[in-house]
């Protein structure tokens, strides 16, 4: 059963935009934290953003910080991560990740702070 499916991935010139899209089923966003996560080539995966089941806290890791926003719509139970200004870098495949623990709050960064993951969306900058 998959609770998360991603959408909105693609090539994308750096400077350009693009948004994901993590669709829920079997889960609520009005009961769960969202996080986005990506991983490189050769890389573990790494912490992007992360909003909480209220909405009202966000997270970014610093190389996003700016340029990237997350979001969720409860009505359409999908979560948005708008990408501005991509560069390179920022390369990879990209998760969602749910999580309806409290202690999600204490560390939102880490992925063993989610239960439910997405089977990720390939996104590739060119320069």
């Known amino acids: 059963q998959e609770h998360l499916v991603e959408s909105g991935g693609g090539l994308v010139q750096a400077g350009g935009s693009l948004t994901l899209s993590c669709a829920a089923s079997?889960?609520?966003?009005?009961?769960?934290?969202l996080g986005w996560f990506r991983q490189a080539p050769g890389e573990e995966r790494k912490f992007v953003a992360a909003i909480a089941r209220s909405g009202g806290d966000t997270y970014y890791d610093d190389s996003v910080q700016g340029r990237f926003t997350i979001s969720k719509d409860a009505a359409k139970n999908t979560g948005y991560l708008q990408m501005s200004n991509p560069h390179p870098d920022d390369t990879a495949l990209y998760y969602c990740?749910?999580?309806?623990?409290?202690?999600?709050?204490?560390?939102?960064?880490?992925?063993?702070?989610?239960?439910?993951w997405g089977q990720g969306t390939q996104v590739t900058v060119s320069s």
């Open positions: 990740a749910a999580s309806a623990r409290t202690a999600w709050r204490l560390a939102p960064r880490r992925p063993d702070r989610y239960d439910y």
């Open positions: 079997e889960l609520s966003f009005n009961g769960h934290a």
